[in-house]
């Protein structure tokens, strides 16, 4: 089915072929035709599916056939890379319309987005924290508002933007199309649609939350001392050419960043503590080969929309399977494949067996050829896992007992959520910054 059937305006659909698609994917040939009937949607869709499409060529096809003053479409995201994002998608598909974007996010300065806003850009993409912020006193600026986007709703629960969603929606006028974005759809996400929709299509691609099919996985059953080391065996094939590794905790990030960089593999790094600006020139510098290796924490990952990515690799395991699968779903993306690799010491086993339960698939365990997986790991480290390694014969500790002690020492959360879920001045945290905001319109060149 070729794009031109899909009902969009002409100089969407040149954009399109300019960025070299040739077919819509699943979530666009279903998508597309319901958004354009103007009905509002909800979504179930991973990333890496092509859904960021499925709701900006349909919404820049209408705002285009019908030009108009102020605000018209407002898109929340939960967080400010998944923001940038969604930005780069809208300029690439509307490069040939007179249209304007501003982006809202915490982390820099107030300013140019206030003025975005008062200028009332067509399209808004905003974190909700943000938004929220510098939208009162200003809400006339939402009063024409015709299209409103929740992407990564599911996310956006769990990071406890609702509350501020629900402020947010208030300001914005009744009579409008609302589309819904989730990667799940639980029963809590259920009852969001039916607080922010007005009856809604529902589209599904693929099982609920299962992982990409085009991603090869396996585990490697490993103590956490020999992480590094294994980290460093695996980088040595040239296939891995070009590979994100998640880490649980921002030190953990720093600190495998260190171990490449002593080895001679150029890396960087994103995670809350690195500002706005280091955190683009990383991903930056990823997209475009001058690094081989980025090391990023969950949050900070949120919405990473590079192209080619060989290998995912979970160096900590993550205690939550939403988190497995919006990680592993940065590889094999659209049509290509990919491979995620996961490092499972003793302490994560409850995790991936939680993982295989809920997928219902197990993950293969593997072993790297010429890898020795009981050798003496190197000088311990601050921070990392100081449980000794189970020698052969040696009895398990019964299970149950040991686990959320030692969680709590290892520095995450009780409820075994990372710590470092907070970025970007959101929420409950300051909005003063640095950096610099956008409001600028397309056409222009990069
Ligand atoms: P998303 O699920 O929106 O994060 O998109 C995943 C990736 O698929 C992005 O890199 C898009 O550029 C790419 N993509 C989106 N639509 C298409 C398409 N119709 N054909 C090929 N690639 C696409």
Known sequence: MPFRSLGLHEAILQAVRETGYTEPTPIQKEAIPVVLRRKDLIGIAQTGTGKTAAFTLPILSMLATAPANGIRALVVAPTRELVVQIEENVRAYARHLPLTVATIFGGVSEKPQIKALEHGADLVIATPGRLLDIIRGREKAFAHIEFLVLDEADRMLDMGFVPAIRQIVKLLPRKRQTLFFSATLSREIEK???????????????????????????????????????????????????????????????????????????????????????????????????????????????????????????????????????????????KAVGEAISFVSREEEDSLRGLERFTRRGVPRVKADGFDYNQPGPARESGGNRRPVRKPGEVRVPKGEPNHGQRRRRGGRPDGKPRDVSMSGEPGKGSAGKGIGRFSGFGRKK
Not at 247 to 256: L, V
Not at 258 to 276: C, M, P
Request: overall charge positive; cysteine-free.
């Open 192 to 334: 969001l649609t039916g607080e922010f929709l007005t009856e809604p299509e529902t589209v599904e691609i693929g099982r609920r939350s299962n992982p990409a099919d085009t991603v090869t996985q396996s585990v490697h059953e490993i103590s956490q001392h020999l992480k590094p080391t294994l980290l460093l065996h695996l980088l040595q094939d040239p296939r891995m050419a070009m590979v994100l590794v998640f880490t649980r905790t921002k030190h953990g990030a720093d600190r495998i960043a260190r171990k490449l960089d002593q080895a001679g593999i150029s890396s960087g790094t994103i995670h809350s503590n690195r500002s706005q600006n280091q955190r683009l020139r990383a991903l930056n510098e990823f997209r475009e080969g001058k690094t081989r290796v980025l090391v990023a924490t969950d949050i900070a990952a949120r919405g990473i929309d590079v192209d080619g990515i060989t290998h995912v690799v979970n160096y900590d395991f993550p205690p939550h399977h939403e988190d497995y699968v919006h990680r592993i779903g940065r590889t094999g993306r659209a």
